[in-house]
């Protein structure tokens, strides 16, 4: 039976790390937070991150604009954003609605603020190996993976789903360990090769957003699995990997929710850290 990779507990021990850097500081940090119009999601993240900022110390500041708000006039916040000296970070909430470019927005915000790590100056650092401002849900993985001891050069990975924000990233962080990387995708499902990437792989990451994707059986005996996914299946949070059979077939694996989800707000704290020093 599979170790469970707890992301509720090592994010406690994380924030109280955090707490001791924030001290140090000697400021109360100001994360700006964007949130365009609503769904549960957004919203569940948004008072995730209110709730960590409370126990932290760190002021949030939330604008919510309607979701028929321009690019223009989102554009315009940000950069009041930026030159407002008592604001350490900007986050912009995900996903933002469909009459907008988020890699257009994203690149408005100062990539000394950038709280998430997703502006493509702070990207290409990643590419480099050379990134303080990491993407938080990519960081959250590494922090899972550095918690079960596994040193992973050389290893397999197999990492599903390539978005900007988890699987594309997150790729450019197993290379930096010199992990193999697959990454799979949409072509990967339609070619009919998931399943071989999937039975192969040391270790499995799933960023895709589909309940029963991945099939227990198909997981290598002793694989290491985190799953990102996070879907709504009958009033019940449940990841893209069946978790039941999953369990028995691998070494470690994170439960969804209690997995990902609470290190990536602890996470976010910790590049906003990092860009109050700037
Ligand atoms: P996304 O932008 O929708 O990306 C999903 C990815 O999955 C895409 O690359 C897509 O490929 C791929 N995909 C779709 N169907 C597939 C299939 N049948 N086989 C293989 N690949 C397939 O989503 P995201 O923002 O990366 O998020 C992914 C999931 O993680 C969601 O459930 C989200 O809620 C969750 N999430 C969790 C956290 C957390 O902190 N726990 C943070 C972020 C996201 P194509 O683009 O080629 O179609």
Redesign the pocket.
Same mark, same amino acid.
Do not use: W
């Given at each position: 039976m599979a170790k469970l990779l707890e992301g509720k507990v090592i994010a406690e021990r994380i924030k109280e790390e955090l707490k001791q850097n924030i001290k140090s500081l000697k400021i109360k940090p100001v994360l700006a937070s964007i949130q365009v119009g609503s769904s549960a *999601?957004t919203n569940s993240y948004v008072l995730s991150q209110q709730r960590t900022a409370q126990s932290l110390g760190v002021e949030y500041r939330l604008k919510e604009f309607g979701a028929d708000v321009s690019e223009a006039e989102l554009i315009e916040f940000i950069q009041k954003l930026n030159s407002d000296k008592t604001v350490n970070g900007i986050i912009v909430q995900?996903p933002l609605p469909q009459h907008m470019d988020c890699r257009k927005i994203i690149q408005f915000i100062k990539p000394q603020k950038d709280a998430e790590g997703v502006h493509p100056e702070n990207i290409g650092k990643v590419l480099y190996a050379q990134a303080k401002i990491l993407p +938080?849900?990519p960081a $959250?993985v590494m922090e899972l993976l550095k918690e079960t001891g596994i040193d992973l050069y050389g290893k397999e990975v197999v990492v %599903?789903? =390539? !978005?900007? /924000? &988890? *699987?594309r990233p997150l790729a450019l962080l197993l290379l930096n360990k010199f992990s193999t990387v697959t990454v +799979? =995708? /949409? $072509?990967? !499902?339609k070619a009919g090769k #998931?399943e071989e990437h999937v039975k192969r792989a040391d270790v499995l990451v799933v $960023? &895709? @957003?589909?309940a029963g #994707?991945i099939k227990g059986d198909l997981i290598k005996e002793g694989a290491v699995v985190i799953d990102? *996914? %996070?879907?709504r299946v009958g009033g019940k949070i449940v990841g893209?990997v069946d978790f039941e059979q999953a369990q028995n077939r691998a070494s470690f694996i994170t439960p969804v929710p209690g *997995? &990902? @989800?609470p290190l990536?707000v602890a996470m976010l704290m910790r590049n906003l850290i990092e860009t109050a020093k700037t």
């Amino acid at each position: 039976m599979a170790k469970l990779l707890e992301g509720k507990v090592i994010a406690e021990r994380i924030k109280e790390e955090l707490k001791q850097n924030i001290k140090s500081l000697k400021i109360k940090p100001v994360l700006a937070s964007i949130q365009v119009g609503s769904s549960a *999601g957004t919203n569940s993240y948004v008072l995730s991150q209110q709730r960590t900022a409370q126990s932290l110390g760190v002021e949030y500041r939330l604008k919510e604009f309607g979701a028929d708000v321009s690019e223009a006039e989102l554009i315009e916040f940000i950069q009041k954003l930026n030159s407002d000296k008592t604001v350490n970070g900007i986050i912009v909430q995900m996903p933002l609605p469909q009459h907008m470019d988020c890699r257009k927005i994203i690149q408005f915000i100062k990539p000394q603020k950038d709280a998430e790590g997703v502006h493509p100056e702070n990207i290409g650092k990643v590419l480099y190996a050379q990134a303080k401002i990491l993407p +938080c849900t990519p960081a $959250a993985v590494m922090e899972l993976l550095k918690e079960t001891g596994i040193d992973l050069y050389g290893k397999e990975v197999v990492v %599903i789903g =390539h !978005s900007d /924000i &988890v *699987g594309r990233p997150l790729a450019l962080l197993l290379l930096n360990k010199f992990s193999t990387v697959t990454v +799979c =995708h /949409i $072509a990967t !499902s339609k070619a009919g090769k #998931l399943e071989e990437h999937v039975k192969r792989a040391d270790v499995l990451v799933v $960023a &895709v @957003g589909k309940a029963g #994707l991945i099939k227990g059986d198909l997981i290598k005996e002793g694989a290491v699995v985190i799953d990102v *996914g %996070i879907n709504r299946v009958g009033g019940k949070i449940v990841g893209d990997v069946d978790f039941e059979q999953a369990q028995n077939r691998a070494s470690f694996i994170t439960p969804v929710p209690g *997995g &990902v @989800g609470p290190l990536t707000v602890a996470m976010l704290m910790r590049n906003l850290i990092e860009t109050a020093k700037t």
